[in-house]
């Protein structure tokens, strides 16, 4: 899937556990670094690809992503399974404790929310023709269908004229489904 896909079904997966977990409080800050940390967890496996959107982001992207990407493998690696999961959940608590005396801001809820988005990055792309090596080293790529003649080509037709309009709507209902509990979530802000 391409970046901007992988953007909306971070935030679309964010949207569906904020909507599905108990209300809490959180500051304005914290809301807004989390939606960042979202965006760029949901980008974050592509860091294993020098072209990726991840590294357009970044000041020096592609000096530094040359460095980063032979050591993830090389594309759909270790950065797209299971292990790559834990392996950038303990990377991301580690620069978040780094951060946390500078940056005031509930990191619990931030190390959350990248991993929301990281997680929702794997199930997109097991969607596509390539797979994703969820239980990475066995060398075997995971894919729903299982036929890969059946899945989505990254880029093509079907991401943008189902899959990305198809997220939006998803992100409508949600949205519309749990209103009540979004304009409570949403009130703290203009007490
Ligand atoms: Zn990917």
């Known amino acids: 899937m391409i970046g901007r896909t992988h953007d909306l079904a971070a935030f679309t997966a964010l949207s569906y556990v ?3 977990s108990p209300l809490q409080e959180v500051s304005l800050a914290t809301l807004g670094v989390a939606i960042g940390a979202n965006f760029l967890g949901g980008l974050a496996p592509d860091l294993d690809q020098t072209t990726s959107d991840f ?4 000041r020096g992207g592609n000096v530094i992503s040359r460095i980063i990407a032979p050591l993830l493998g090389g594309h759909r690696f270790i950065s797209h399974s299971i292990l790559g999961i834990f392996l950038f959940g303990f990377i991301v608590d580690k620069i978040l404790e780094m951060i946390s005396g500078v ?4 990191m619990d809820i931030v190390w959350w929310a990248f991993m929301i988005g990281f997680v929702s990055h794997l199930v997109m792309d097991t969607f596509t023709k390539e797979g994703v090596p969820w239980l990475f080293p066995i ?7 299982p036929f890969s003649f059946l899945r989505v ?3 093509g037709m079907l991401e943008k004229s189902f899959i990305f309009p198809g997220l939006i709507l998803l992100n409508f209902y ?3 489904a749990n209103y009540g509990k979004f304009l409570e979530f949403f009130k703290q802000y203009i007490k």
């Open 174 to 176: 949600i949205y519309y």
């Open 18 to 20: 904020a909507a599905t």
């Open 55 to 58: 590294w357009h982001h970044v």
């Open 139 to 145: 060398p075997i790529r995971f894919g729903i269908p």
């Open 103 to 106: 940056l005031i801001v509930n």
């Open 153 to 155: 080509k990254t880029g």
